[in-house]
């Protein structure tokens, strides 16, 4: 079946760039999503990407795609104290159903200290 | 604010108590969801509602009984529920079934 793998932690310092990475199994991905949860919220996404680019940018936030190796990460720019959060990334694909439904990782708990 | 609203945001009840959790959303979308969230375990789709209809059921115990009387609200009623349901409950609509979700701000649901 579909998976979503993600590492559960990292931590970095205020201003130094964030990497988070995602593996996935669904060859049949059409979009992959990433989305934060702040404590106490629901989850907020946050960008996404088509399965038919590698990268995508917007203002602080680089999305690459390797759809050879199911591979996505999540790069944040000059990370501020404010981007701790978990992050979630999540993937639609139909390769087991036709439900389109949204598979999420476990999701990688963000700590950036001052 | 996504336009995604749950109450209550926090609810404790006794194992048995009858409650319900309700989920609105006025973005004119046609698929509605319920997550479980618990502690250190990976999101868990529990029902999915396409056009009132629900299409997707994934093993979710009958003390969990959802109800969407029309595409704009979402209800999940509990009863004789278990400590082990203790969790953040997590409310979802798309446009359509495969594009994005748009997330409530979740129900804190303690069962004692």
């Known amino acids: 079946g579909e998976d979503v793998e993600q590492s559960l932690f990292l931590s970095v310092r205020e201003g130094d760039s964030s990497v988070i990475n995602c593996t996935y199994t669904?060859?049949?991905?059409?979009?992959l999503y990433w989305y934060k949860q702040e404590p106490g919220a629901g989850l907020q996404l946050l960008t996404y990407?088509?399965?038919?680019?590698d990268m995508k940018q917007d203002q602080r936030l680089t999305v690459l795609l390797n759809k050879k190796d199911k591979h996505l990460s999540l790069r944040i720019a000059d990370t501020q104290t404010g981007d701790s959060a978990i992050y979630f990334c999540a993937e639609i694909g139909y390769s087991t159903s036709n439900t389109g439904k949204l598979i999420f990782g476990q999701g990688t708990t963000l700590q950036v200290k001052p | 604010e996504t336009g995604v609203t749950q109450t209550p945001r926090h609810l404790v009840m006794g194992m048995t108590n009858k409650k319900s959790l309700k989920c609105e959303q006025h973005?004119?979308?046609?698929?509605m969801y319920w997550y479980k969230q618990s502690a250190k375990k990976p999101l868990e789709l529990m029902f999915v509602?396409?056009?009132?209809?629900?299409?997707e059921n994934n093993s979710v115990p009958s003390r969990f009984s959802p109800e969407c009387p029309n595409s704009s609200h979402l209800f999940l009623h509990l009863h004789t529920l278990q400590p082990e349901d203790s969790a953040l409950y997590l409310c979802?609509?798309?446009?359509?079934?495969?594009?994005?979700?748009?997330f409530g701000q979740g129900t804190r649901l303690t069962v004692v």
């Open positions: 669904d060859s049949s991905s059409t979009y």
């Open positions: 973005l004119g979308h046609n698929a």
């Open positions: 990407i088509f399965s038919n680019m």
């Open positions: 509602y396409n056009f009132k209809e629900q299409t």
């Open positions: 979802a609509s798309s446009q359509d079934l495969g594009t994005e979700a748009f």
